[in-house]
Structure formats: structure tokens, C-alpha cells
DNA sequence: CACCACCATAAGAAAAAGTTATGGAAGACA
DNA sequence: TGTCTTCCATAACTTTTTCTTATGGTGGTG
């Protein structure tokens, strides 16, 4: 059976006038318009819907039972076209965010603003290492990520949104932790305790010693950042990690930024997705919270003098 | 918003592909076809429906949620034309006769037996008056009506499909009863108790008086051949009925059947309907019962000679 | 009985949908 | 890494469908 909606529409109309001229009108259309197609309904039906009376027209059970189905799927449609309208105006919407385990120091609190300000929002996320982000991007399986460094694909866009300093941490009882304007060669002489290899903390960190023209000494590797303070807490060596993920340690003074030169090593927090995505409001409405909003709600501490920390 | 039933099976068959030239494929068509709808209906959305991944096609959550509802009104459509298919093969469907009060002697028997081979058939009877069986054809109320004689009227078609012999009656009583080849004459000098003015009988018996030249006298009126049969009985006067009705009475020999010149009356019963009406299959159905079957289905006493019946 | 209202039909115009041809971008595979 | 293939987008053109205008028939109405 191949009728179409503007039909359905056209049946309910007569039904309701009793006349195809008055549907006609009703419709915004001409009378021989309805009576077309009314009669390739009944060609595609196989049994007429109306009985033309001469005075008024009127349905016959075919076209009765036939009406009953065309309201039901008006019905539909115009749920459908409410559903639409909720997204459009945000007062529903999905959001997949992936995010590197080290942004979920911050993330949380912006994500708690976003959904302060569009409560509707269904806010999914996912916390995962850098080969976990990227495949959540290839397979569109994320809206966006939070990530230090995106890949320098065409696929893929990548907007700086808020700055992320990497800095030295030692045990507040190293040799070096009183020290101000440390040089960086003699940094290096240290053991540091880094991330996994292709982590990409300590890929900055690995490009950030060969801009130098040194080595960095790797003690141990750790899969998390938090294992890594864990380690340098315990005397094990030196650390570098983003400074947002050490607030509370340097708060309770059990770890000390390094006063080291050239340090911090700034990178940038950024809001990646897939270059051709095209985002419902709700995603579009997130990004563009975070790009203008990223700074005034992450609370950085100043790193220009760390060292003053230790000493307050 | 102004979408087809063609563009939501796209987007079904889309979604089931995950491809634009797959879902072109098993909907018969190109796929340009299927771009230029989704492109279209994405238009009156005003939101994506899927994301072109290059490698596959993936829905957004507008594009998932619209295919809850293109489901939903497939299988209203579906069930639509499963009710269609239904009514065409008369698995189910109404009809709707009236008929004179006098067929209710012999129609009941006609119903039972059509019904006894189409189950399905909701019949819905009403007796009525000759001028309520012209208000229901006039009113498009009633599909079929069974009565003497149809108006002779372009807007009506009626077919006679059985014979439906007017006698006259006399109580066992009556001083003619007993006599054969009764002149008409001789009978028109009798009280008649008639139905009332604009019945079928009447007009009928009046017309046959006229053309023979003879005035009907006419005692009482009643407007139930029922009452009619009781003041014969009561030797009121003489009355003039359908055969059909007074089965019972002649068994019983409650009343005579007079032999009267140029009796009986010779009337038929027609199915009458509207000129342009267009039945479904069961009217159609019953229509065509009627006229092949009633001849067998309906028990006629012989008339030819009436009076034989007092005499056995 | 004439007029009016309403539906049917036909012819032509307008709109919509579809097809073929082609381009660009991305994945696959050597 | 480059070639090949696949897939979607786009454009130009064709076909199909739908709509409009014009007109005729029929029945209701004053």
C-alpha cells in the first residue's frame, strides 16, 4: 500500500468538513486537488472511502476505519516534531564527553557549571587513557574529548581552551625542593618517575628535555598521575605532572613545586572532536561554554613563583 | 514540518545499512536519491540526522529518536492495511439493512442464511415504515433496504428478487370464505380494513382497485398488518395482506385466504439502494446472495390456489 | 424551473523526485 | 606511500507527480 501523508491529511479533513471543497479550502489547495487524490487512494486502497451523496459526502467503513490510523500517525508526527523542538531548544539533549585521566582534575567542576546553567542536559562520561580518546573519536562514539594534545590530523579539530603547566614535584624533604631558579641541567641529573610512554605528558616532557639537548632520566613508569605523587611523596624521585593535579597536595604541603628554569612547560588543555561532526545544541552549547567559560571557572594556581607556595 | 512516509523509510533503512548506498540499494532506488532526501528532511528538521563518517554513516541522537516514530507509523500503516485486507476479504465488515416491517416475516431467514456463510458480517436490522426505509436511503444511513416498491427515482436503483403475492383475507367465518371464483366486484362491496395512507400495501391495493375501475371501501386503518390480521380474525371486515405474513394463521386456520378474481395482487420485494452507492465487499456480498438465493431460501405457500388450503 | 453549489474530468503548468555523470575524500591494500 | 576502491555530495537533466485552471454534469434549493 503506497499512500501518502498529505493524503491521510486530505481523508481527515473531509471527514471532518463533509465536503472536499471545504477540506480544499482548509488545506490551502483546490478542490479537483482533493478529489485526485482521494481517488488514487481508493485506486491504492482497492475499495472506495467515501460515498458521494450529491448533498454531502461521507465516509464509508473503509474510510472510517482508515481515519482512525490516519490520526494515530498525525499523533506520532506531532511527537515527533515536539521531540524535535525539545532538542533544538535544549530542554533535552545528550552529551558524550571522553576526557584524559589527568583533566579529571578540573573537567568536573565545568561540567558541573554547564549543567547548572542547562540542567537538561544528560551528560555521559568517560575517563580514558590517550589510545582510549582516540578511538572514541575515530568511531564516533564521543561527541568531544578533553585532552592535552590532539593529534595533528585533518580529521580531527582540536581548540586550546585553557592552559595546562607541567611542573617539577619533588618531596617537600628533597635536597632541591628549597631551592630557587634551578638550573634545568641540573634537573636532569635527578631520576624522574614518568608516565607511560605514550602518555602524552610524557611526550611533552620527552621533547621538552630534547629541545634542551638533554636526557631525561626515567626511574620508573606509572599508568596514572596519581600513582606518579604517590611515588615522589615517597622520596622515589622526581615528578612532572600538570599542576591541576596536585592542588590538594601542595595545599596539605606534602608536595613541592620546583622553582626549575624554564619550567613550567605550558601545554593546553583542548576540546577535541571529529572535523566534519555536526552537534545538537546541546554539544554545540557545551563547547561554547567551555571555550569562554574554561578560565573564569578553573581555579589555577599562580605558578609564576611556586615556590612562594612552600613558604606561606 | 512537512516530511514524507518515503523520506521515514530512508531514514529506517539508513539506520539499518549504515550506509547511504546500501539503504539506496534495498529501497530500489539510486543513491543520489537518498542523499538529496535525507539532505531535504534534515532541512525541515533544522538538525543532522546522521554524521558522515567516511567510513560508515552514523545516526545523531536526533536521527535515533526520529526513528522511533518513522517505526511507529510504519506499523500503524501496516495495521492499516491489514484492516483493509480484512474488509476486502470480508474476514469482518458491517452491514447495515432496513427493511418494511411486512419483510420481517420472511427476511429474518435470509439474514440467518447469509450469515451462515459469511460469519464475519455484522448485520444491524431496523424496520421501519416506508417512509423511514426513504429517509435512510435519502440519509445515506442504511446500505440496503428491503421493500415493496422502490420509488421510481433516478437516485434509487431497486431490483425485485422475489415474488410477494397480496391476498385477501377473511376470518373462517365470513359468509365468502367458503366460495370459489369470488368476482372482484362482489369483494369490492366488502369493508376493508387497510394499512394506513402512504403504505406500500395501501398504494398498492388502491392502484389495483383504480384500474379496475372499483372504489375501495375502506373501514379502519391500522398501521401494523399484525393489527390488520386481528381485526380480520375479530370478522371486522376483510383485509388485504402479503402472503408472507400470514403463515401461522392459515396453518392454524385462524383465516381464510378468499378466491378472488385477478387475486392475488402480484407484488415483488426488491433491494433497494442508492443509484451511486459503492458497497464493500459484504453489502456487495449480501446483494448478490439475495438475488440468487431468496427464491429457494423463502418458503412460499402456493397461491394459485388459495383456497385449497381450508379445504385440506 | 432556474440558479447555485459541489464533485469529476481534462489539459496544461509547476513542483518534486529521480537518474546519470562526476568530483572529492577516506579507507584498503599492496 | 601511492594506487585503487568505496562512498557520499553535487550538478544537470529527465521523469513523474501534483496542482491549477477551465469546464461539465448532477443534485439541492428558492
Known sequence: ???????????????EKLSYTEAAKSLFMTQPAVSMQIKQMELQVGMPLFDRDGKRVTPT???????YYAQNIRQQLEEASEMIE??????????????????NYFAPQLIAAFHQEFPAAQVTLDVSNRRGLLDALDNNITDMVIMGRPPQNKKINGIP?????????????????????IPLAEVADEHFIVREA????????ERFFAKHD???????????SEAIKQAVMAELGLGIVSLHTIEMELALKRLNILNV??????????????????????????????????KELIDITPINNPSSMENT
Open 1 to 15: 500500500m503506497n499512500i501518502t501523508l498529505k493524503q491521510l491529511s486530505i481523508l481527515e479533513a473531509i471527514v
Open 61 to 67: 467503513q473503509t474510510g472510517t476505519e482508515l481515519l
Open 86 to 103: 525539545e532538542l533544538k531548544g535544549m530542554k533535552r539533549g545528550k552529551l558524550h564527553l571522553t576526557m584524559a585521566s589527568t583533566a
Open 161 to 181: 581552551f585553557i592552559d595546562n603547566p607541567l611542573v617539577v614535584i619533588a618531596a617537600p624533604s628533597h635536597p632541591l625542593a628549597k631551592r630557587e631558579h
Open 198 to 205: 605514550d602518555s602524552g605528558t610524557r611526550i611533552a616532557v
Open 214 to 224: 638533554l636526557q631525561l632520566i626515567t626511574g620508573m613508569e606509572m599508568n596514572r
Open 261 to 294: 628554569e624554564d619550567f613550567p612547560i605550558m601545554r593546553q588543555w583542548h576540546i577535541v572532536h571529529r572535523t566534519g561532526k555536526r552537534f545538537a545544541a546541546i554539544p554545540e552549547a557545551f563547547k561554547n561554554f567551555v571555550l569562554q567559560h574554561a
